[in-house]
């Protein structure tokens, strides 16, 4: 069974870092892109970002509200994605999803998605 | 960056009706990076489909999607009880991966 399960999330200042976890399971996670995706409070979907895996060049790109402040890694070998959030601001709170990428045959889509844990930043 | 504009905005239909949701694009958008998802309240999304017209695993066939280039339409054929939820589009052919508004569709 397919799984991602997200950590790391809580209460943080303005200016301050966080760095959350994806854990995965279930299948070859260097086969797999994974992106991060976050929702504020009552709104839509925002995609932050995404790393591709190995086979596919392990290119990595940002969204503009987020780029030069968040990073993205991996760690193949223990199937576990982070996101590093610096530089935190107020419009960063939000419930914070880690997904899966799929390169399926000529496809690329997000297929499964991590329960998703909550970054507040407020004083 | 791609836009992506969902109609409408919200959507009042009763059990049993066909719901149709539009997502345009703001640049041509290929099919093969175009996906619908389904995101009841407190959950995370689901893929409902893929490649603007394949289902994902475990969807059933009243969704269906179609469409190329700017316009796409996720169709329910006939609504069930459980389909009541927000629809996202998302494009994954330039980054940002844009996703649309969302569409919430509720019990009339």
């Known amino acids: 069974e397919v799984q991602l399960v997200e950590s790391g999330g809580g209460l943080v200042q303005p200016g301050r870092s966080l760095r959350l976890s994806c854990t995965t399971s279930?299948?070859?996670?260097?086969?797999?892109?994974v992106s991060w995706v976050r929702q504020a409070p009552g709104k839509g979907l925002e995609w932050v970002g995404f790393?591709?895996?190995?086979?596919?060049?392990?290119?990595?790109e940002y969204a503009p509200s987020v780029n030069g402040r968040f990073s993205i890694s991996r760690d193949d070998s223990k199937s576990i994605a982070y996101l590093q959030m610096d530089s935190l601001k107020t419009e960063d709170t939000a419930v914070y999803f880690c997904?899966?990428?799929?390169?399926?045959?000529?496809?690329?889509?997000?297929?499964?998605w991590g329960p998703g844990t909550l970054v507040t930043v407020s004083t | 960056e791609v836009v992506l504009t969902q109609s409408p905005g919200t959507l009042s239909l009763s059990p049993g009706e066909r719901a149709t949701l539009s997502c345009r694009a703001s640049?041509?958008?290929?099919?093969?990076?175009f996906a619908w998802y389904q995101q009841k309240f407190g959950r995370a999304p689901r893929l409902l489909i893929f490649?603007?017209?394949n289902r994902a695993t475990g969807i059933p066939d009243r969704f269906s999607g179609s469409g190329s280039g700017t316009d796409f339409t996720l169709t329910i054929s006939r609504l069930e009880p459980e389909d009541f939820a927000v629809y996202y589009c998302?494009?994954?052919?330039?980054?940002?991966?844009?996703f649309g508004q969302g569409t919430k569709l509720e019990i009339k």
């Open positions: 997904t899966r990428g799929n390169y399926d045959r000529a496809f690329y889509y997000t297929d499964y």
């Open positions: 279930g299948f070859i996670f260097g086969d797999y892109a």
């Open positions: 790393m591709r895996g190995k086979a596919h060049g392990g290119a990595i």
């Open positions: 640049q041509t958008v290929q099919t093969e990076n």
């Open positions: 490649g603007a017209s």
């Open positions: 998302q494009q994954s052919v330039l980054a940002p991966h844009t």
